[in-house]
């Protein structure tokens, strides 16, 4: 496993506009993407950006995540934590499928076939069981120019 930059951190939310509004007033962030639905996903996902550190393109972002119709796999972990929270951690990867074939190798259970996730690039899960307690997703790197589109 060739581990990359801790792309972002997964927060489930009930409401966006509510967690858009405590990033920007409370926490002071001030470039803040337009949400947008990731239907296969069944979720709304807004991105907020921390700022990049010196010399570096990316900071971490945040991933706001927000069920989508009653199916989507977020309103169980909504009924559980109804305020939202840490859903899950992302970190890139130069090579998806042979990251994957790397966890398989090991044994980690993932969550469903490799898709395009909502930077536009290749992802899969990693059980949270097999991780240490942590929802994991496993992001290859976006290529130059990619990034940002949202
Ligand atoms: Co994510």
Redesign the pocket.
Same mark, same amino acid.
């Given at each position: 496993m060739k581990l990359g930059r801790l792309n =972002?951190i +997964?927060v489930a939310t009930p409401s966006i506009a509510d967690s858009i509004a405590f990033y920007r007033d409370v926490m002071g962030a001030t470039k803040l993407h337009t949400p947008f639905d990731l239907e296969e996903q069944g979720v709304k996902v807004c991105f907020v950006d921390t700022p990049a550190a010196d010399g570096a393109m990316n900071g971490t972002q945040i &991933?706001l /995540?927000e069920p989508l119709g009653e199916n989507s796999t977020l309103a169980s972990f909504l009924a559980k934590n109804p305020l939202g929270g840490q859903h =899950?951690l992302?970190f890139e990867v130069p090579d998806i499928a042979e990251a994957r074939s790397e966890f398989e190798a090991l044994g980690k259970r993932i969550l469903g076939p490799t898709r395009i +996730?909502?930077h536009g690039t290749p /992802?899969f899960f990693v059980h949270p069981k097999d991780m240490g307690g942590m929802l994991t &997703?496993i992001m290859e790197t976006p290529k130059e120019g990619t990034h940002w589109s949202n």
């Open positions: =972002h +997964g &991933e /995540i =899950h992302c +996730g909502a /992802i &997703e």
